[in-house]
């Protein structure tokens, strides 16, 4: 099989997303890391890739027309391999925008929400009670809509397994660490558990397993634009 997609990312969950998409399609992919804590996506080459300057990104060599198409943003990308390939996505109208809202809360609330919590949780000076508190509780307040949410629907999207799973399911994988209790959230615990059974989701973890970056050895300059502070804040 000849492969026609390069896939740069490395292991964030945004990236993380695009893994289960690409196994659960059984598209043919070639993954290129972009190590960001080395400043990487700063490069003028993958700048051409995303003016974003953000992973992930694809470029399908094989894309609309027969010819290569590049798509950032991981919800973007999700929309597109669905699209692609026929799978993930329902046909019908009413179906198929359930599917989007929910890959949309995602984008829109989970990402931004978890992200800080985990940014304020880790890596920010303390004392940072009052953003941390901030960003905690909206993370507990999503975790209880994706409770209810799966109190009445198998999965986020409906009846049947789609991209606003695989795009919600790698931020909630640290659930424990952001103190989100399973015996509070007995349908998203079912839920989850489904999930991380899937042979897909399985060969995702596998395979960020092996990825290496220098995020442990990261140098205080490149933490500092990663993070834009010290010389790289604007404010």
Same mark, same amino acid.
């Given at each position: 099989?000849?492969?026609? %997609? ?10 993380? @997303? %695009? ?6 399609? /059984? ?21 051409l890739?995303?003016?974003n300057k ?11 027309? /027969? ?7 991981? &919800?973007?990308?999700?929309?597109? $391999?669905?699209?692609?390939? &026929?799978?993930?996505?329902p046909?019908?109208m ?9 890959l949309?809360?995602?984008?829109? /609330? ?5 992200g800080?919590?985990?940014?304020f949780?880790l ?5 940072n ?6 960003? @905690?509780? =909206?993370? #507990?307040? $999503?975790?209880? #809509? ?5 109190? =009445?629907?198998?999965y986020?999207?409906?009846?049947e397994?789609? %991209? ?9 994988? !640290?659930? !424990? ?10 349908h ?8 991380s ?13 092996? %990825?290496k970056?220098s995020?442990?050895t990261?140098?205080? =300059? ?7 502070? /010290?010389?790289?804040?604007?404010a």
């Amino acid at each position: 099989v000849r492969i026609m %997609i390069d896939f740069y990312g490395l292991t964030s969950p945004n990236v993380q @997303k %695009i893994f289960i998409m690409l196994e659960e399609c /059984g598209l043919p992919y070639n993954f290129k890391p972009v190590d960001v804590w080395a400043s990487k996506q700063h490069t003028p080459e993958f700048e051409l890739l995303n003016p974003n300057k953000k992973i992930p990104v694809i470029v399908d060599h094989d894309g609309p027309g /027969g010819k290569s198409y590049t798509v950032f943003e991981s &919800g973007a990308i999700l929309m597109y $391999l669905a699209e692609k390939s &026929g799978k993930f996505m329902p046909k019908d109208m009413a179906s198929k925008y359930e599917v989007i809202q929910w890959l949309m809360i995602q984008v829109s /609330g989970i990402g931004p929400a978890f992200g800080n919590f985990t940014h304020f949780n880790l890596f920010a000076p303390k004392p940072n009670d009052y953003a941390l508190s901030r960003y @905690k509780t =909206e993370l #507990l307040r $999503l975790y209880d #809509l994706l409770n209810k949410r799966l109190g =009445e629907a198998k999965y986020l999207g409906g009846k049947e397994y789609s %991209i606003a799973d695989m795009a919600t399911f790698p931020w909630t994988r !640290q659930h !424990q660490a952001q103190g989100a209790a399973l015996d509070n959230l007995p349908h998203f615990k079912r839920w989850f558990e489904d999930v991380s059974a899937r042979p897909a989701v399985k060969a995702m973890i596998a395979k960020q397993g092996e %990825i290496k970056s220098s995020r442990e050895t990261a140098t205080d =300059e490149h933490k500092d634009r990663f993070f834009g502070r /010290g010389k790289y804040a604007r404010a």
